[in-house]
């Protein structure tokens, strides 16, 4: 089944215990993205890949890390989490960005910093 | 600035009522905007786009340049209605600028 798979789908860490949370889509789309989604702001974009080796910062990329080694994977880095990263987190991947528009999106990460 | 306004975080309305999703924007190009929804328990996923001018599960959206406005309506709600609703706007960089979402909530 064509999908975007994020692990883990719910997490409580304490700060500063270093996290990563995977993703990865079977898609063999170029574009992939990550996002946190918190009530009454939406969704925000942290940070994007428009190809493997390619990533840029998005609106909310303080305290976050990323890599794009291969094309399916684009892991999420807390290195140091603080209890403002408690957030639902969301990977998304597309084609290409800019054809159309959609995004495919994981269900979802929570996180909460203690 | 470029900016998506979603003025309701909550929409509550009888099925069987009409309803209005609201969605303004500010952009100083052509916009391309997009409806996303995501229906409990569901991954977020793309309802409509505008430049395809589609109906999709009873649902369109129009774009008003001159309101810089692209409301969501259905003249008929469902109670499979019920979700959280998305306007997005593409911007030169092919970014997605996100609203902060309206529930809606579809009363039986």
């Known amino acids: 089944e064509a999908q975007v798979t994020q692990n883990p789908r719910y997490l409580i860490t304490v700060t500063g215990k270093k996290l990563t949370v995977t993703c990865s889509q079977n898609m063999n789309h170029e574009y992939m993205s990550w996002y946190r989604q918190d009530p009454g702001l939406g969704l925000r974009q942290i940070y994007y890949s428009m190809n493997v080796e390619v990533t840029d910062k998005g609106d909310v990329p303080e305290g976050y890390k990323v890599s794009r080694k291969e094309k399916r994977n684009f892991p999420l880095i807390l290195e140091s989490p603080s209890p403002n990263q408690t957030s639902l987190y969301f990977c998304a991947s597309t084609y290409r960005q800019g054809l159309g528009g959609e995004l495919f999106f994981g269900e979802g990460s929570r996180l909460t910093v203690l | 600035a470029q900016r998506v306004t979603q003025p309701e975080k909550l929409l509550s309305v009888f099925k069987g009522a009409p309803v209005e999703l609201k969605c303004n924007y500010s952009?100083?190009?052509?916009?391309?905007l997009f409806w996303y929804v995501q229906y409990s328990r569901q991954r977020l996923q793309l309802l409509l786009r505008?430049?395809?001018?589609?109906s999709i599960k009873g649902f369109t959206a129009d774009l008003n340049k001159g309101e810089t406005s692209f409301h969501l309506k259905k003249p008929f709600a469902q109670e499979e209605d019920s979700a959280m609703y998305y306007c997005?706007?593409?911007?030169?960089?092919?970014?997605?600028?996100w609203g902060a979402g309206t529930k809606l909530i579809i009363k039986p």
């Open positions: 505008h430049i395809s001018r589609e």
């Open positions: 997005a706007l593409m911007d030169s960089n092919y970014q997605l600028i």
């Open positions: 952009y100083s190009g052509s916009p391309e």
